[in-house]
């Protein structure tokens, strides 16, 4: 399968746990998102790297969460000290270049009790 | 927050009925796609416009770029059960933006 694959698919913390999860994006695809979607909604925009360059970040990534993307392949996103507000499904997409279609993975389903 | 707005909400029909969509914005995008979710998946890419008045199929699914590049509508003719799921439309410009989708449901 050479679509963007995310691990875990599920995942179920307490309040208060740091939690950690990656993105593999399509695999000559340049840029690599994430994006938080809740129940209802549509995805949210949290940040994006071109290459291994983290170049925007909404206003919706506070202090607690932090991206890499190191060698400018896979991705990981952890967020520290989670809090209820924080459950949600995370997605990640990837794209040749800007402006390019982004292609989603299956997500991660974070549940924080 | 979202910056589209999709509508309906949420549709039931009955299987072999058309079914249309749309979402529009305050914004010019220079994209519009749509994508099809199912639940505890990915968005799946559906259609993508990239110029105003394209309009584009791809199999049972139609959709259109509005002229004035701030809607677009999407088209499902003849539903099945298979397309039951949430569509989601999305506007690009530098960054993509979804509306808050349409929930469809198909009676057999």
């Known amino acids: 399968d050479t679509g963007v694959s995310q691990d875990p698919r599920h995942k179920i913390t307490k309040r208060g746990q740091n939690v950690t999860f990656r993105c593999d994006p399509i695999?000559?695809?340049?840029?690599l998102y994430w994006y938080r979607q809740t129940l209802g909604q549509g995805p949210e925009f949290l940040t994006y790297?071109?290459?291994?360059?983290?170049?925007?970040k909404s206003r919706l990534l506070s202090d607690r969460f932090s991206a890499e993307r190191p060698k400018g392949s896979f991705s990981t996103l952890e967020i520290q000290r989670t809090e209820q507000g924080d459950s949600a499904m995370y997605l990640c997409?990837?794209?040749?270049?800007?402006?390019?279609?982004?292609?989603f993975g299956p997500g991660t389903r974070l549940t924080v009790l | 927050g979202q910056q589209l707005n999709q509508s309906p909400q949420s549709m039931f029909i009955q299987e072999g009925e058309d079914v249309s969509m749309n979402c529009t914005s305050s914004?010019?995008?220079?994209?519009w796609l749509w994508y099809k979710q199912d639940p505890g998946e990915g968005p799946v890419l559906l259609i993508a416009?990239?110029?105003?008045?394209e309009l584009t199929s791809n199999g049972r699914l139609t959709a259109q770029f509005g002229i004035t590049r701030k809607d677009s509508f999407l088209n499902i003719s003849a539903s099945i059960p298979s397309d039951v799921g949430i569509y989601f439309c999305?506007?690009?410009?530098?960054?993509?933006?979804f509306g808050a989708g349409t929930r469809l449901t198909v009676k057999p």
């Open positions: 695999s000559e695809h340049n840029r």
């Open positions: 416009l990239y110029k105003a008045g």
């Open positions: 914004s010019i995008f220079n994209t």
């Open positions: 997409a990837s794209s040749y270049q800007r402006g390019d279609t982004q292609y």
């Open positions: 790297f071109q290459n291994e360059a983290q170049l925007e």
């Open positions: 999305a506007g690009r410009d530098n960054d993509m933006r």
